[in-house]
Antibody
Framework: EVQLVETGGDLIQPGGSVRLSCAAS????????MSWVRQAPGKGLEWVSV???????YYADSVKGRFTISRDNSKNTLYLQMNSLRAADTAVYYC?????????WGQGTLVTVSS | QSALTQPRSVSGSPGQSVTISCTGT?????????VSWYQQHPGKAPKLMIF???KRPSGVPNRFSGSKSGNTASLTISGLQAEDEADYYC?????????FGGGTKLTVL
């Protein structure tokens, strides 16, 4: 059974950093496109980043230069390093398998950026 | 990377059909047959309902169908049931990025 479990969400001060993790089971992260999608409170879904099977990475303009997606094949885990955080980054962050479509989603982890 | 346009809300009675539209541009919806639709119940993660414009993942009822014409994609739900009440999001591949619609709240009257 495919499972994705995100951890790492927290209350962060503006300008701060946090790293989200997404532990996968039931499939191999390195053999899949893997993405991060976020949802601000009461708002819609927003694609954040993707890592291709070959390791190429792409980002939404809103996070480019501040966020970094990566994976640890030995741990079968996806990461999102988030730096220079802003209030507008406050959201539930979902990891998802795939790249349009996203066929499996985790339950999400909440990142709140506030002083 | 502008959001796709969806109606804010639609409604229908049990047993009826509803269609949710999703309008993009020639760079996203119109450029590729990689349109997908997601259902999200309150407090839950999104669930894939349609991919590649009109394909259904295993386990999704055939009451859900998708189509596309030009820069507009559509999701049709026939034989509405109470459990279909949720938010629905379209999503389109656009090369090196993906864009979502703003979401449509479906109310089953």
């Amino acid at each position: 059974e495919v499972q994705l479990v995100e951890t790492g969400g927290d209350l962060i001060q503006p300008g701060g950093s946090v790293r989200l993790s997404c532990a996968a089971s039931g499939f191999t992260v390195s053999s899949s496109y893997m993405s991060w999608v976020r949802q601000a409170p009461g708002k819609g879904l927003e694609w954040v980043s993707v890592i291709y099977i070959d390791g190429k990475t792409y980002y939404a303009d809103s996070v480019k230069g501040r966020f970094t997606i990566s994976r640890d094949n030995s741990k079968n885990t996806l990461y999102l390093q988030m730096n220079s955080l802003r209030a507008a980054d406050t959201a539930v962050y979902y990891c998802a398998r795939g790249w349009a479509p996203f066929d499996y989603w985790g339950q999400g982890t909440l990142v709140t950026v506030s002083s | 990377q502008s959001a796709l346009t969806q109606p804010r809300s639609v409604s229908g009675s049990p047993g009826q059909s509803v269609t949710i539209s999703c309008t993009g541009t020639s760079s996203d919806v119109g450029a590729y047959n990689f349109v997908s639709w997601y259902q999200q119940h309150p407090g839950k993660a999104p669930k894939l309902m349609i991919f590649d414009v009109n394909k259904r993942p295993s386990g999704v009822p055939n009451r859900f169908s998708g189509s596309k014409s030009g820069n507009t994609a559509s999701l049709t739900i026939s034989g509405l049931q109470a459990e279909d009440e949720a938010d629905y999001y379209c999503c389109a591949y656009a090369g090196r990025y993906v864009v979502f619609g703003g979401g449509t709240k479906l109310t089953v009257l």
